[in-house]
């Protein structure tokens, strides 16, 4: 009798240990070098995140807007604490090699749009429940993004909304409109990545909005500095 409970002991504990090993495996297969989704970084959630991006990247005159192609060399173009908000592009394609500090963190989208009380149609909205509405109106599909070629998976995952988050925009703005105060939501797939050693490391990111028949490729040729 005793020797039958050993038994079933040690096949509760083989399994046990098997499904941790199991979860482990699936665990770091999903998210090489990313932070989980479910992730808090000082306080904040990855779609809080995606607001304090938006807001940052609004601020930055279309003249010099790194998202328009404009010349750039730092990874990133604000930055809160040791977070970098990730230099992103609303050009279809390219490769971009930038720098960025050891110890850094970097909040990368792989695709990302937002309605406002400023815009027009069909991105417009006049308050929280309508800018959620519209926000996620739009498709973000066909997400693809590996880290010196380790692919991460359950990309969907890192899909976000954001909470409504006040911005303001100068003359000379990307969304087009006259300068001013609004309110905004945001959806995209967001990515934050764990600080990277020092070195030369390489991004690869993939999206693509049906809506608008859009497809994004982009690589980060990124040399993290000591």
Known sequence: MKSKKVRITLVVIVVLLLSIFSFAIAYGKASPGVLPPSSQVQGLTLGAWSAVWWQHLLAIPASENPAFGNPWTDCYFGQVGNVGLGVAFMLPNGTFSCEMPAGMMLLIPL????????????????????????????????????????????LTDYLFLSPMYDFTVPEDNILGVPAGSGQSVANGAWLMLKPLTPGEHMVNIHSAFPDFELTFDWTYEITVIR
Not at 111 to 134: I, K, M, Q, Y
């Open 111 to 154: 695709a990302t749009t937002e309605c406002s009380t400023l815009e027009p149609d069909p991105f417009h909205g006049d308050n929280d429940e309508e800018l959620r509405a519209c926000a996620s109106g739009f498709t973000i599909s066909d997400l693809q993004a590996s880290i010196d070629g380790n692919e991460i998976q359950n």
